[in-house]
């Protein structure tokens, strides 16, 4: 089974003209499947952990520390791999305006 056929969990939490909020939780090896952002957006991770993050030029990990944010530009296109041996969890805003 390839990492494609499992998907994480996602919550929309407000979703209105301005922002799209929405939890995302990862049990181990879950995915987002590939999907291309449409608006700027801000992580806040919930979990401490690594993601592996496949992108069209190859793929990379990324450690993530709960409560540390970071922001990304419209245009990210990705597929978004829980790497740890347990549930990862994550907020996203998607900022709309």
């Not at 499992?6 to 049990?27: C, G, H, K, M, S």
């Not at 590939?34 to 592996?52: A, S």
């Not at 793929?59 to 520390?65: F, G, H, I, Q, V």
């Amino acid at each position: 089974m390839s990492d494609d056929d499992l998907e994480a969990v996602p919550t929309v939490q407000v979703d209105n003209d301005r922002v799209r909020v929405t939890e995302w939780r990862f049990a181990p090896g879950t995915a987002t499947g590939w999907h291309r952002h449409e608006f700027d957006y801000v992580v806040v991770p919930m979990t401490t952990g690594k993601l592996l993050l496949k992108e069209g030029d190859g793929e990379r990990y990324a450690e993530l520390t709960a409560g540390v944010s970071y922001s990304r530009e419209v245009g990210v296109e990705h597929n978004v791999i829980n790497a740890n041996d347990y549930e990862f969890v994550f907020v996203e805003v998607e900022m709309k305006s």
